[in-house]
């Protein structure tokens, strides 16, 4: 990174929704692991 063009807005919030699903889809599996079962999720 660093190098070449810079990001639009839209890439942005693209890459934080989609980095922000993944970290609570690591959550998830790890809280059924636990046998706890992950609060609802309204998006």
């Known amino acids: 990174m660093g190098e070449g063009r810079k990001a639009t807005g839209i890439e942005v919030l693209s890459w934080a929704f ?11 599996v790890y809280l059924r692991v636990k046998n706890i079962k992950p609060p609802r999720y309204v998006f």
């Open 18 to 28: 989609t980095d922000t699903a993944h970290h609570r889809g690591q959550a998830e």
